[in-house]
């Protein structure tokens, strides 16, 4: 195949023709792809990458709403996202990164988000690392019926006891009752 020198000195060049599905390809590498060939029946997808043409975009890629169909990687917190076409997609994640440490996908939210160094017993939110049980609560779950934290024992609890106050989601030693 020959093209006119992009250099447009009308000398007509030697050119290796790329192969299919490559449109583009680099010129040391005729399977080494910069676009892909494709129509509305056909549509390829270019892993820029790999330097490869594909039906589709590999796990863990999307066209994210491209034109050109060049797949780009998703989130880091997504293993793998959502390719509807549109622009965005590459938030919007199907499975979470364990390898990076995501674990879930929160309620109205289509990212991940990063896991608990540790697991906590429940009803503890956060808890000291010291020790093996992780029993040492230092917040609570607020939808939990022991949602009070009563900081100096580290515990959760449904309602504080004596001697003190809730004071947003703590107890806390109730001054009034020490004074008498």
């Keep these: 195949m020959y093209r006119i020198d992009t250099l447009k000195d009308w000398q007509l060049k030697p050119r290796l023709a790329c192969l299919y599905p490559c449109k583009d390809c680099d010129g040391k590498n005729q399977s080494q792809c910069t676009s892909c060939w494709g129509g509305s029946r056909n549509p390829t997808y270019l892993m820029k990458e790999r330097g490869s043409c594909r039906k589709t975009c590999d796990i863990g890629y999307t066209s994210n709403g491209s034109a050109d169909r060049t797949c780009v990687k998703c989130n880091e917190s997504c293993a793998q996202c959502k390719d509807d076409g549109k622009v965005n997609d590459k938030f919007k994640c199907v ?5 990076k440490g995501f674990t879930e996908r ?37 939808k939990s019926l022991e949602k009070y934290l009563l ?12 001697g003190y106050k809730i004071k947003d989601t703590q107890c806390v030693l109730d001054i009034a009752v020490v004074k008498k």
Excluded: H, M, W, Y
Aim: glycine fraction near 6%.
């Design 151 to 162: 900081k100096d024992k580290g515990q959760c609890l449904r309602l504080c006891p004596k």
């Design 95 to 99: 499975r979470c990164n364990k390898e």
């Design 106 to 142: 929160r309620k109205g939210s289509e990212l991940c988000f990063d896991k608990p160094e540790i697991e906590c017993s429940f009803p503890c939110l956060t808890c000291d690392r010291a020790g093996k049980k992780f029993k040492f609560c230092t917040s609570c779950r607020v």
